[in-house]
């Protein structure tokens, strides 16, 4: 048994890993800070040394033998322990170092987490920084995320989500939107009007509110939906419609009058602003770092 370990290493086990995981060589190679035949180097080498097929290769994709699923599971858990091990080995060290990958929605991104990073990287100067901004719900596992910001409600149950902060929300309008079709005064009244609608949160075009401390919905419709705030943003300002968007994409155009609030006794829910990671026992403490930087900096939105 030593004789069959001495032929294959650590690395040969945490390329197969994370290649399962990622499920293709080419981002493992990304992760791992190598090439992609290197990555394929150590697969093969790990598959010739066992003396099995761990992995079945097709030009468009990768599926795991039986005896691969079966070799991942029981070797996953021993990097697992060993990953929190060196962590925790380390946790008492001064520098903090090592590669963070976050992802987070592109406004967000632009206009809190693009000020925000900075700082954090001055009071850590060893950690490498790898930031994904889309505006799309980001598979942290497959894409090897160690945190990401959601804005929302949160469906996945198998990731861990810690809360940072609540988003107020806006009701807003252009004045010359406004000045063409008028104010609404009830969100009834909003089936008259063309409602820009933000997609990330939800496809349905449906727009809740409170009232009387009861959270109510109505449906709404309009010639504009997407999945980026900006664009909605801009609209509104060219007087397309009135849109719901939170506050931190249209707070300063509404300080500057570019738009105006309305509907200013229904106040929307505010939308709940998460960090999460996947599930795991020990979190890194690179991750704990980064978590509480950003509960100390957006506790206040």
Same mark, same amino acid.
């Given at each position: 048994?030593?004789?069959?370990?001495?032929?294959?290493?650590?690395?040969?086990?945490?390329?197969?890993?994370?290649?399962?995981?990622?499920?293709?060589? #080419?981002?493992?190679?990304?992760?791992?800070?190598?090439?992609?035949?290197?990555?394929?180097?150590?697969?093969? *080498?790990?598959?010739?040394?066992?003396?099995?097929?761990?992995?079945?290769?097709?030009?468009?994709?990768?599926?795991?033998?039986?005896?691969?699923?079966?070799?991942?599971?029981?070797?996953?858990?021993?990097? $697992?322990?060993?990953?929190?091990?060196?962590?925790?080995?380390?946790?008492?060290?001064? @520098?903090?170092?090592?590669?963070?990958?976050?992802?987070?929605?592109?406004?967000?991104?632009?206009?809190?987490?693009?000020?925000? !990073?900075?700082?954090?990287?001055?009071?850590?100067?060893?950690? *490498?920084?790898?930031?994904?901004?889309?505006? $799309?719900?980001?598979?942290?596992?497959?894409?090897?995320?160690?945190?990401?910001?959601?804005?929302? *409600?949160?469906?996945?149950? /198998? !990731?861990?989500?810690?809360?940072?902060?609540?988003?107020?929300?806006?009701?807003?309008?252009?004045?010359?939107? @406004?000045?063409?079709?008028?104010?609404?005064?009830?969100?009834?009244?909003?089936?008259?009007?063309?409602?820009?609608?933000?997609? +990330?949160?939800?496809?349905?075009?449906?727009?809740?509110?409170?009232?009387?401390?009861?959270?109510?919905? @109505?449906?709404?419709?309009?010639?504009?939906?997407? *999945? #980026?705030?900006?664009?909605?943003?801009?609209?509104? @300002?060219?007087?397309?419609?009135?849109?719901?968007?939170?506050?931190?994409?249209?707070?300063?155009?509404?300080?500057?009058?570019?738009?105006?609030?309305?509907?200013?006794?229904?106040?929307?829910?505010?939308?709940?602003?998460?960090?999460?990671?996947?599930?795991?026992?020990?979190?890194?403490?690179?991750?704990? !770092? +980064?978590?509480?930087? +950003?509960?100390?900096?957006? /506790?206040?939105?």
């Amino acid at each position: 048994m030593l004789q069959k370990m001495q032929q294959y290493d650590l690395l040969d086990l945490r390329s197969f890993i994370t290649v399962v995981e990622v499920g293709a060589f #080419n981002r493992a190679a990304d992760m791992l800070d190598t090439s992609t035949a290197s990555v394929s180097r150590r697969v093969s *080498n790990l598959e010739k040394a066992l003396g099995v097929k761990l992995l079945n290769r097709t030009t468009r994709k990768l599926d795991l033998s039986d005896t691969g699923m079966q070799f991942y599971t029981d070797t996953l858990a021993i990097f $697992r322990a060993l990953d929190e091990a060196e962590e925790k080995a380390q946790s008492g060290r001064e @520098i903090v170092k090592g590669k963070i990958r976050v992802a987070a929605p592109l406004s967000f991104g632009m206009r809190c987490i693009a000020p925000f !990073l900075p700082k954090f990287m001055h009071q850590y100067p060893e950690l *490498n920084v790898q930031l994904l901004l889309e505006d $799309r719900q980001t598979d942290l596992v497959a894409e090897g995320i160690d945190v990401a910001i959601r804005i929302g *409600n949160l469906k996945d149950s /198998s !990731l861990v989500a810690t809360s940072i902060s609540s988003i107020p929300r806006v009701f807003c309008a252009s004045s010359e939107y @406004i000045g063409h079709h008028g104010e609404p005064h009830e969100p009834a009244e909003l089936v008259d009007h063309n409602c820009l609608h933000y997609s +990330l949160i939800s496809t349905r075009e449906e727009w809740g509110f409170l009232k009387d401390e009861q959270e109510q919905s @109505i449906e709404v419709s309009g010639t504009l939906s997407t *999945n #980026n705030g900006e664009v909605l943003k801009e609209a509104a @300002i060219q007087g397309i419609g009135i849109t719901l968007l939170p506050s931190f994409i249209v707070s300063e155009a509404i300080e500057d009058g570019r738009l105006v609030k309305v509907l200013a006794d229904y106040e929307p829910e505010p939308f709940g602003l998460y960090a999460i990671r996947p599930s795991r026992q020990y979190t890194p403490v690179k991750v704990k !770092l +980064l978590i509480d930087a +950003l509960k100390s900096t957006f /506790s206040v939105i």
